[in-house]
């Protein structure tokens, strides 16, 4: 029998959970780098096939850096009702808490969150151990999106739930404090995939796209299907009064945005990762199974749209052929006018200087990098003054690189014991 594409290769799951002290380091590892790097991604359990990619339990792998030594590396399952047959239902009667916190992990006030777009976050320990689903004292009542955007400025978390039942799209709104504030639903047509979505200083910025659920699908891996009929659109919504004007753009899909801003007139800047209609309609099938989805990037290039409110215009320009994902920034400029973004494809970490239209790779041969988390350096006056932090590896081993975001150049890597599945994203969470 054939293994499915999702439990083999670079995506095969670890069968267990070690700690490994003292890792072996080559390089110097800036000594500033205090802190956490734990990065989530789909594991099934041993003998579990979930049928996708995307719906694995949940496991987090973390390593400890300190005054320039690697003091270790554990690796964790997030320990959701459906991975231990509990049972916590919300006051809607769904059990939020059973989908597999398989996407994210970030830290927000004082809690630690692990994340997936259709179930609650799950807090965790700094060693990685599961406290149980967060509904922050019962107000959340959606899902929450694995991509929140912290406002640097502010310390506010957005961030907003969909579902396949009205109310299709969710906005929710954190204090710096971790308290939801604000909850106010977003008119949409129907229930679509929305994976990411954006801030600037004064909207958010949505994301209506033509894959969308399908009841019919439901058991046979992602419910979700391209639709030709549903029309594809950004909406910018007013922080301040809710108030959301939509622009239509051509047919894409896009899971990851890389940063918006405000512009000097007042136009709305986004940079993301662009599907053309025939790029996703080849790479879906192969993240449910058919082909590795880590083996490609889908033909998926940064591309930029500049949405005008005050004349209802759109421009869009591809800023790049390359095949590219996982799209980050220096996120002290979430929101905010930044130039640079990293991304990454099969065999290379990329910087993109959107002032120059020009780009950097550093090769990483035989090794896939995952998502390049940027670390911003102490005291930086900088905006690629910092580290990124990426897990490569092999089908048989794994390493944390520390790369200059300045050049590219290697600072330092840190071998892992064992190797680390592809997975999804990550944060670095500095002790201070």
């Not at 790369?403 to 014991?417: I, K």
Request: hydrophobic fraction near 40%; glycine fraction near 10%; include cysteine.
């Amino acid at each position: 029998m054939t293994t499915a594409s999702y439990l083999s290769g670079r995506l095969a799951p670890v069968p267990d959970e070690i700690d490994a002290l003292d890792l072996p380091v080559e390089g110097a590892l800036p000594p500033e780098l205090t802190g956490r790097y734990f990065r989530n991604g789909p594991n099934p359990r041993p003998g579990d096939d979930p049928g996708h990619w995307f719906v694995g339990h949940g496991m987090i792998h973390g390593i400890r850096l300190r005054d320039g030594r690697a003091e270790w590396y554990r690796n964790r399952w997030v320990r959701t009702t459906r991975l231990d047959g509990a049972s916590y239902l919300g006051d809607r009667g769904v059990d939020l808490a059973a989908v597999p916190a398989n996407t994210h992990v970030i830290r927000h006030a004082d809690k630690i969150l692990a994340l997936v777009e259709n179930g609650l976050p799950y807090v965790m320990t700094p060693e990685l151990d599961t406290v149980g689903p967060c509904d922050f004292g019962g107000r959340l009542a959606t899902a929450m999106t694995a991509h929140p955007k912290e406002d640097p400025v502010t310390g506010e978390l957005h961030f907003f739930g969909y579902g396949w039942a009205p109310p299709y799209l969710t906005y929710h709104r954190l204090s710096a404090a971790g308290e939801l504030v604000e909850t106010r639903e977003v008119e949409v047509p129907g229930p679509t995939m929305a994976h990411d979505f954006a801030i600037t200083a004064n909207h958010v910025v949505w994301l209506d796209l033509p894959v969308v659920f399908d009841l019919t699908m439901v058991g046979r891996g992602m419910p979700y299907r391209w639709d030709d009929l549903y029309g594809a659109r950004l909406g910018v919504m007013s922080r301040s009064t809710g108030k959301v004007r939509w622009f239509e753009i051509d047919p894409c899909y896009i899971f990851h945005v890389g940063n918006a801003s405000e512009d000097e007139h007042g136009r709305i800047v986004v940079d993301a990762v662009r599907y053309a209609p025939e790029a996703f309609q080849a790479f879906w099938p192969t993240i449910g199974g058919k082909a590795n989805p880590a083996a490609h990037t889908g033909g998926a290039a940064l591309h930029r749209w500049v949405l005008d409110p005050a004349t209802g215009v759109t421009k869009d320009e591809a800023l790049d052929d390359r095949e590219v994902e996982f799209p980050t920034v220096n996120e002290t400029l979430t929101g905010l006018r930044s130039r640079y973004l990293y991304a990454v494809t099969k065999g290379a970490v990329v910087k993109y200087d959107t002032g120059t239209g020009t780009s950097l790779a550093h090769e990483t041969g035989d090794r896939t990098p995952g998502e390049a988390v940027f670390v911003p350096a102490a005291g930086a006056t900088g905006e690629d003054a910092g580290w990124l932090l990426s897990i490569a590896g092999t089908d048989d081993s794994a390493e944390l690189l520390v790369l200059d975001a300045s050049d590219l150049s290697q600072v330092a890597s840190v071998r892992l014991p064992r190797r680390v599945p592809a997975g999804f994203h990550g944060s670095w969470i500095p002790d201070a």
